[in-house]
C-alpha cells in the first residue's frame, strides 16, 4: 500500500526505487526489455509498484495523529485526534501495530476512558497500512448495528484517507453494508457475541472484542464466543492480533479478568510531581474531606504530600506502563486503568469521589462503581443466610392473604417426578415480595390429575389486604423435567398466563431472561412444529439476587416508630413457613470452580438435596420480569398502588421541589400549551 500519504504514487517510469529514495543506490530499470506498448501497462506497473513497496514504519498512535480526525457526531471533542490528549493510550495501540510482537493484547479499563476510540484507530490503521480480514465483536448483534452506524460510518467519512479506500454504502455494488465494510486488500466485518453464525464466517487476521464481558455465556448454544472468535486467526499464525477490551464485572466470571490476571499486567505510572515517586494511582490513596468530594486530592505514597487535579496533564505525559507480573504467555500482555487517570475535562477526581459515595447503601450501584470508576471486579458474596435467621424474621399476616404493599401476583412451577410444587409470591415496588401460598400438588407429569388441579391453581384467587381477590398474573415452570408434558398443558391452557422456563448455566448481566423462543411441542401424540414457547432464564442471576435480598437488614421497631419501611427488595416470608421450606430456600452456594487450565469461575452448587423453595423463588422472579415489572417507570408504580390503595411515599427533595414550582411562571425548554397525552395503560391485578 501507499506511504503515508493517502495520495497514490505516480504511474510515470518503471523504477523500484523513488527518486527521493534516501539510500545512494543506483535505480533499477525492472521493465528493460519488456513491452509496455499494450493498454494497460500503466495501470498494472502502478499496482505492481504498490504490491512492492513494503508496510511503512508507522505505529497506531502515528497513524491516529497523521490521519484521525474525530467526529461531532460521535465524540465530544471533534476535530484531529491527539495521542497527547490520554497519553496512556499510545502504548496500546501501538502494541497493535504489525511491527510489536504482541498476538493478545488486553485492557481492563474504567468507563469512558477512550478504549474504544483506540479500538476505532486500530480498524483505521488496518485499512490505510496494513490491510487483512479483520472481525469486529460486539455484544449483541444489535450493538454492532448501532456501532457502524455511530462510530465507524463517522470514522471512514471524517478521515480522508479511510474515505478514499472504502466505497459509500449507497453505491451500487460498494461493498460497503451495516456489518461488512470491503477496502483494498482487506475486509471487516462486524457481529455480535450472539451470534455463532456471524463468529464462523471467515479466517481473521485481526480480531476487536469490544466489551467482552457483556457477551452472553454462549453463542447459540455453540459454546464461548471469545473462544470462537479466536479461532478465526489460527491460519494466521504469528502474523495475528487479537485485542479484547471490556469494563470487568464479576469476580471468578469476569473473562477480561481472567485475561489480565494471565498476562503480563502493565500499570501505568505516573510521577509524583513533588518528589519524582513512580506510581500507579489507586483509590485508597484518592482522600477528601468527610461529606465534601470536591475537596477530592490523590496523595503521593512516597513522600504523603497532597498531588492536586492540575498536576495530572504533566503527569500523564511523564507516565509510562510498567509489567507487573510475568505473562503465561510471552505473547499475551495486559493493560489496567481506573477513571482515576480520566484527563483533565473527562472525568474529575471529585467527580470520581462524589459517584463513589453517591454509590454506597446499595450492593448494586456499588458494584457498578467499582466496575465502571476502578474498572476492577466485584466479589459477589455467595454466602448462603442462615436458615435460623430467616426463621427468626419471620412475620405474622394471614394464611393465604396478600399484604397490603403487594400488588400482583407470580407463582413458579418445579416439575418432580411424583409432584408438583408451586409457590406464589406477591410483590410491591422495587421488588419487595412476600410469600403468600405454598401448594404441592401430588402426581407427577405423567398424572393427567396432577395437570388438572395446576390449571385450576391458575383461577384460583387469593384475598388483598383490602379486600379484593387476585389471581396469578404469570407462572413460571421449569421445562427440565419432562419438557413435553409442560409444552402439552402450556399450550392447552394458554400461553398469556403460562411461561415455560428453561434454566442457563452462568450469569446473563444483559438480560436474565430472554425469549420466546417457539419449540416443537408433542399434543397427542402429534408432532407440532413451534408449537410452544419457551423463556430462557439465567438462574444463577436470579439466585444471586435473591440471596442478596434475604441479607437486607430489617429497620428496628424504634425506626418503623418513626415511619421507616423496609428497603427495596425485602424479602418477607410468613410464620407458617417451615423449616423445611427455609432450609431450601438456602440450599445452594455459590462457589469458584477452576477448570484444568487454571480459568475460575462461579458456578451455584447444593449444599443439601431439595432445593425446590429456591427454584420456584426463581421460577416466580423470572415469570416477574416476563410481566415487565422490572421495566415499569414511576408512574406505572403509582396507578398499581392506588388500585391496591396504597399510599405512596414521595421522596421528601421531590415534594419541596414540587412545592417550590409556580404553575403560573412557563419554565425555560417547556410547552405553554400541553400536548395531548395518550391514555397510560396499566395492568389490573385487582377484582373485587
Same mark, same amino acid.
Given at each position: 500500500?501507499?506511504?503515508?500519504?493517502?495520495?497514490?504514487?505516480?504511474?510515470?517510469?518503471?523504477?523500484?526505487?523513488?527518486?527521493?529514495?534516501?539510500?545512494?543506490?543506483?535505480?533499477?530499470?525492472?521493465?528493460?526489455?519488456?513491452?509496455?506498448?499494450?493498454?494497460?501497462?500503466?495501470?498494472?506497473?502502478?499496482?505492481?509498484?504498490?504490491?512492492?513497496?513494503?508496510?511503512?514504519?508507522?505505529?497506531?498512535?502515528?497513524?491516529?495523529?497523521?490521519?484521525?480526525? *474525530?467526529?461531532? %457526531?460521535?465524540?465530544?471533542?471533534?476535530?484531529?485526534?491527539?495521542? !497527547?490528549?490520554? $497519553?496512556? /493510550? #499510545? +502504548?496500546?495501540?501501538?502494541?497493535?501495530?504489525?511491527?510489536?510482537?504482541?498476538?493478545?493484547?488486553?485492557?481492563?479499563?474504567?468507563?469512558?476512558?477512550?478504549?474504544?476510540?483506540?479500538?476505532?484507530?486500530?480498524?483505521?490503521?488496518?485499512?490505510?497500512?496494513?490491510?487483512?480480514?479483520?472481525?469486529?465483536?460486539?455484544?449483541?448483534?444489535? *450493538?454492532?448495528? %448501532?456501532?457502524?452506524?455511530?462510530?465507524?460510518?463517522?470514522?471512514? !467519512?471524517?478521515? $480522508?484517507? /479511510? #474515505? +478514499?479506500?472504502?466505497?459509500?454504502?449507497?453505491?451500487?455494488?460498494?461493498?460497503?453494508?451495516?456489518?461488512?465494510?470491503?477496502?483494498?486488500?482487506?475486509?471487516?466485518?462486524?457481529?455480535?457475541?450472539?451470534?455463532?453464525?456471524?463468529?464462523?464466517?471467515?479466517?481473521?487476521?485481526?480480531?476487536?472484542?469490544?466489551?467482552?464481558?457483556?457477551?452472553?455465556?454462549?453463542?447459540?448454544?455453540?459454546?464461548?464466543?471469545?473462544?470462537?472468535?479466536?479461532?478465526?486467526?489460527?491460519?494466521?499464525?504469528?502474523?495475528?492480533?487479537?485485542?479484547?477490551?471490556?469494563?470487568?464485572?464479576?469476580?471468578?466470571?469476569?473473562?477480561?479478568?481472567?485475561?489480565?490476571?494471565?498476562?503480563?499486567?502493565?500499570?501505568?505510572?505516573?510521577?509524583?510531581?513533588?518528589?519524582?515517586?513512580?506510581?500507579?494511582?489507586?483509590?485508597?490513596?484518592?482522600?477528601?474531606?468527610?461529606?465534601?468530594?470536591?475537596?477530592?486530592?490523590?496523595?503521593?505514597?512516597?513522600?504523603?504530600?497532597?498531588?492536586?487535579?492540575?498536576?495530572?496533564?504533566?503527569?500523564?505525559?511523564?507516565?509510562?506502563?510498567?509489567?507487573?507480573?510475568?505473562?503465561?504467555?510471552?505473547?499475551?500482555?495486559?493493560?489496567?486503568?481506573?477513571?482515576?487517570?480520566?484527563?483533565?475535562?473527562?472525568?474529575?477526581?471529585?467527580?470520581?469521589?462524589?459517584?463513589?459515595?453517591?454509590?454506597?447503601?446499595?450492593?448494586?450501584?456499588?458494584?457498578?462503581?467499582?466496575?465502571?470508576?476502578?474498572?476492577?471486579?466485584?466479589?459477589?458474596?455467595?454466602?448462603?443466610?442462615?436458615?435460623?435467621?430467616?426463621?427468626?424474621?419471620?412475620?405474622?399476616?394471614?394464611?393465604?392473604?396478600?399484604?397490603?404493599?403487594?400488588?400482583?401476583?407470580?407463582?413458579?412451577?418445579?416439575?418432580?417426578?411424583?409432584?408438583?410444587?408451586?409457590?406464589?409470591?406477591?410483590?410491591?415496588?422495587?421488588?419487595?415480595?412476600?410469600?403468600?401460598?405454598?401448594?404441592?400438588?401430588?402426581?407427577?407429569?405423567?398424572?393427567?390429575?396432577?395437570?388438572?388441579?395446576?390449571?385450576?391453581?391458575?383461577?384460583?384467587?387469593?384475598?388483598?389486604?383490602?379486600?379484593?381477590?387476585?389471581?396469578?398474573?404469570?407462572?413460571?415452570?421449569?421445562?427440565?423435567?419432562?419438557?413435553?408434558?409442560?409444552?402439552?398443558?402450556?399450550?392447552?391452557?394458554?400461553?398469556?398466563?403460562?411461561?415455560?422456563?428453561?434454566?442457563?448455566?452462568?450469569?446473563?448481566?444483559?438480560?436474565?431472561?430472554?425469549?420466546?423462543?417457539?419449540?416443537?411441542?408433542?399434543?397427542?401424540?402429534?408432532?407440532?412444529?413451534?408449537?410452544?414457547?419457551?423463556?430462557?432464564?439465567?438462574?444463577?442471576?436470579?439466585?444471586?439476587?435473591?440471596?442478596?435480598?434475604?441479607?437486607?437488614?430489617?429497620?428496628?421497631?424504634?425506626?418503623?416508630?418513626?415511619?421507616?419501611?423496609?428497603?427495596?427488595?425485602?424479602?418477607?416470608?410468613?410464620?407458617?413457613?417451615?423449616?423445611?421450606?427455609?432450609?431450601?430456600?438456602?440450599?445452594?452456594?455459590?462457589?469458584?470452580?477452576?477448570?484444568?487450565?487454571?480459568?475460575?469461575?462461579?458456578?451455584?452448587?447444593?449444599?443439601?438435596?431439595?432445593?425446590?423453595?429456591?427454584?420456584?423463588?426463581?421460577?416466580?422472579?423470572?415469570?416477574?420480569?416476563?410481566?415487565?415489572?422490572?421495566?415499569?417507570?414511576?408512574?406505572?408504580?403509582?396507578?398499581?398502588?392506588?388500585?391496591?390503595?396504597?399510599?405512596?411515599?414521595?421522596?421528601?427533595?421531590?415534594?419541596?421541589?414540587?412545592?417550590?414550582?409556580?404553575?403560573?411562571?412557563?419554565?425555560?425548554?417547556?410547552?405553554?400549551?400541553?400536548?395531548?397525552?395518550?391514555?397510560?395503560?396499566?395492568?389490573?391485578?385487582?377484582?373485587?
Amino acid at each position: 500500500m501507499s506511504a503515508n500519504s493517502s495520495t497514490p504514487s505516480p504511474t510515470s517510469g518503471s523504477r523500484l526505487h523513488d527518486e527521493d529514495d534516501e539510500n545512494d543506490l543506483t535505480p533499477i530499470d525492472l521493465t528493460a526489455g519488456l513491452d509496455l506498448g499494450f493498454d494497460g501497462a500503466e495501470d498494472l506497473l502502478r499496482v505492481w509498484r504498490q504490491g512492492m513497496r513494503p508496510d511503512p514504519n508507522l505505529t497506531v498512535s502515528e497513524w491516529a495523529d497523521q490521519h484521525r480526525w *474525530l467526529s461531532s %457526531r460521535g465524540a465530544a471533542e471533534p476535530g484531529r485526534y491527539r495521542t !497527547a490528549r490520554a $497519553p496512556y /493510550l #499510545r +502504548e496500546i495501540m501501538d502494541a497493535l501495530s504489525p511491527g510489536h510482537p504482541a498476538q493478545r493484547i488486553t485492557f481492563m479499563k474504567a468507563a469512558q476512558v477512550g478504549a474504544t476510540e483506540a479500538g476505532n484507530n486500530w480498524i483505521g490503521f488496518v485499512i490505510h497500512h496494513a490491510p487483512g480480514p479483520m472481525l469486529a465483536v460486539l455484544p449483541s448483534l444489535e *450493538l454492532a448495528k %448501532r456501532t457502524s452506524r455511530g462510530r465507524l460510518d463517522p470514522l471512514i !467519512a471524517d478521515s $480522508p484517507a /479511510l #474515505r +478514499e479506500r472504502v466505497n459509500p454504502a449507497r453505491s451500487r455494488d460498494a461493498g460497503n453494508s451495516m456489518l461488512s465494510k470491503e477496502f483494498p486488500g482487506g475486509i471487516l466485518v462486524l457481529t455480535g457475541a450472539n451470534s455463532a453464525t456471524g463468529l464462523r464466517s471467515m479466517p481473521a487476521r485481526y480480531v476487536f472484542l469490544d466489551e467482552v464481558d457483556a457477551y452472553p455465556a454462549s453463542a447459540d448454544e455453540e459454546g464461548d464466543p471469545v473462544t470462537l472468535a479466536e479461532a478465526r486467526t489460527t491460519t494466521f499464525s504469528h502474523r495475528r492480533k487479537v485485542f479484547m477490551v471490556s469494563t470487568p464485572t464479576i469476580r471468578g466470571l469476569s473473562r477480561i479478568e481472567r485475561e489480565f490476571e494471565a498476562s503480563d499486567q502493565r500499570r501505568y505510572f505516573v510521577p509524583c510531581p513533588h518528589c519524582g515517586a513512580m506510581q500507579w494511582l489507586q483509590f485508597d490513596r484518592l482522600r477528601w474531606a468527610k461529606g465534601k468530594p470536591e475537596t477530592a486530592a490523590y496523595h503521593c505514597e512516597g513522600c504523603e504530600r497532597t498531588i492536586a487535579e492540575h498536576h495530572k496533564t504533566e503527569m500523564l505525559a511523564r507516565g509510562e506502563w510498567r509489567p507487573t507480573a510475568v505473562s503465561r504467555d510471552p505473547k499475551a500482555i495486559g493493560f489496567h486503568l481506573s477513571a482515576l487517570y480520566s484527563p483533565l475535562g473527562w472525568k474529575s477526581w471529585s467527580d470520581v469521589a462524589r459517584e463513589w459515595l453517591a454509590a454506597q447503601g446499595s450492593d448494586e450501584t456499588l458494584r457498578a462503581a467499582r466496575n465502571t470508576l476502578l474498572g476492577e471486579t466485584w466479589v459477589e458474596s455467595g454466602d448462603a443466610p442462615d436458615w435460623q435467621r430467616l426463621a427468626d424474621r419471620r412475620e405474622s399476616w394471614k394464611p393465604g392473604t396478600v399484604p397490603m404493599a403487594g400488588l400482583f401476583l407470580t407463582a413458579g412451577a418445579d416439575v418432580q417426578k411424583d409432584r408438583i410444587e408451586v409457590d406464589i409470591w406477591a410483590w410491591g415496588r422495587g421488588m419487595e415480595s412476600w410469600l403468600v401460598d405454598h401448594i404441592v400438588i401430588p402426581g407427577g407429569p405423567d398424572d393427567p390429575a396432577a395437570w388438572d388441579k395446576l390449571t385450576e391453581l391458575l383461577g384460583r384467587s387469593w384475598q388483598h389486604a383490602n379486600g379484593a381477590f387476585m389471581t396469578v398474573a404469570r407462572l413460571g415452570i421449569d421445562t427440565g423435567y419432562e419438557a413435553a408434558a409442560v409444552y402439552a398443558w402450556s399450550r392447552k391452557v394458554g400461553f398469556e398466563q403460562v411461561a415455560p422456563l428453561k434454566g442457563l448455566e452462568g450469569f446473563n448481566r444483559s438480560a436474565p431472561v430472554s425469549g420466546p423462543t417457539y419449540v416443537d411441542a408433542t399434543i397427542g401424540g402429534k408432532r407440532l412444529r413451534r408449537g410452544a414457547r419457551l423463556w430462557s432464564v439465567a438462574t444463577a442471576t436470579f439466585k444471586t439476587e435473591t440471596y442478596r435480598f434475604l441479607r437486607i437488614e430489617r429497620p428496628s421497631d424504634e425506626d418503623r416508630a418513626l415511619g421507616v419501611l423496609d428497603a427495596p427488595g425485602t424479602v418477607h416470608i410468613p410464620s407458617w413457613a417451615d423449616t423445611e421450606w427455609l432450609k431450601q430456600l438456602v440450599a445452594e452456594q455459590l462457589v469458584t470452580i477452576r477448570n484444568k487450565r487454571g480459568y475460575a469461575h462461579q458456578e451455584w452448587q447444593k449444599m443439601r438435596e431439595r432445593n425446590e423453595a429456591l427454584d420456584c423463588r426463581v421460577y416466580a422472579r423470572a415469570a416477574a420480569w416476563i410481566l415487565g415489572a422490572d421495566r415499569w417507570d414511576d408512574a406505572t408504580w403509582r396507578r398499581l398502588e392506588a388500585q391496591a390503595g396504597v399510599e405512596t411515599r414521595m421522596p421528601t427533595a421531590t415534594a419541596t421541589d414540587i412545592a417550590k414550582q409556580d404553575p403560573a411562571q412557563p419554565k425555560a425548554g417547556t410547552l405553554t400549551t400541553p400536548r395531548r397525552r395518550r391514555r397510560a395503560y396499566t395492568p389490573n391485578f385487582m377484582r373485587d
